[in-house]
């Protein structure tokens, strides 16, 4: 158990639609980390919140957004979504986003999109 | 910019070969390198990670990487292939940029095979 806990651990929905995932970081860890995971794309950064602040961004879709609350729970938005957005979606959190630092992840929300 | 590559999408071993997976990396600054296991239906585990102290690094589960310069490389060996250690495997960097935020890029992954 990494202590990190996604939910939910699978969404079935139609294009257009909008969801949210939400993500619980390891108790005491203050940087959270969103990943989606596809065949054709493999492993992407998508973005990094950092104590509640955005702190980087990846290959993030406009369609997409997320955010870091007070009790440092994330959650991430997906709207509009199409079908290329089914993917495995994944949060990972480290305590302070430090590059040596290893990041832990949670076991994912699939994502499928008819 | 940081990349991996992973050299060999599948890696099929009898059970009780060596395991080796294959990691080269790409980096203009001392890398931090990590390897993860993904097991299905599941997330990432950590396996072990380089971050400058000694190049070859012991992890979980019999595995260990060398940390080596001069080849740009970071490959995973372990001396004996066991059933349970069929999954994918991925091989990351981080990217550490001018802000060092901590942000992964990943190899495209290695699939190991363990045959009985």
């Known amino acids: 158990d990494s202590g990190v806990t996604q939910t939910p651990k699978h969404l079935i929905t139609a294009t257009g639609q909008r969801v949210t995932l939400r993500c619980s970081p390891r108790s005491g860890d203050l940087s959270v980390y969103w990943y989606q995971q596809s065949l054709d794309q493999g492993l992407q950064f998508l973005i990094q919140?950092?104590?509640?602040?955005?702190?980087a961004k990846g290959n993030i879709l406009e369609r997409f957004s997320a955010q870091q609350f007070p009790d440092l729970h994330s959650e991430l938005n997906l709207s509009s979504l199409e079908l290329g957005d089914s993917a495995l979606y994944f949060c990972?959190?480290?305590?302070?986003?430090?590059?040596?630092?290893?990041?832990?992840f949670g076991d994912g929300t699939r994502l499928s999109i008819l | 910019a940081q990349s991996v590559t992973q050299l060999g999408s599948h890696v099929s071993v009898s059970e009780g070969a060596l395991v080796l997976l294959r990691c080269n990396y790409s980096s203009s600054v001392p890398p931090y390198l990590f390897w993860y296991v993904q097991y299905p239906n599941q997330g990432l585990q950590l396996l072990l990670k380089y971050t400058s102290a000694a190049t070859l690094v012991k992890g979980i589960n019999g595995f260990e990487a060398e940390f080596k310069k001069s080849e740009t490389s970071f490959h995973l060996t372990k001396p004996s292939a066991h059933m349970r250690d069929a999954a994918e495997y991925f091989c990351?960097?981080?990217?550490?940029?001018?802000?060092?935020?901590?942000?992964?890029?990943f190899g495209q992954g290695t699939t190991l095979q363990v045959k009985p």
């Open positions: 919140y950092y104590n509640g602040e955005e702190r």
């Open positions: 990351a960097v981080s990217d550490l940029g001018s802000s060092n935020t901590g942000k992964l890029i």
């Open positions: 990972a959190s480290s305590p302070d986003g430090q590059g040596n630092q290893p990041q832990h």
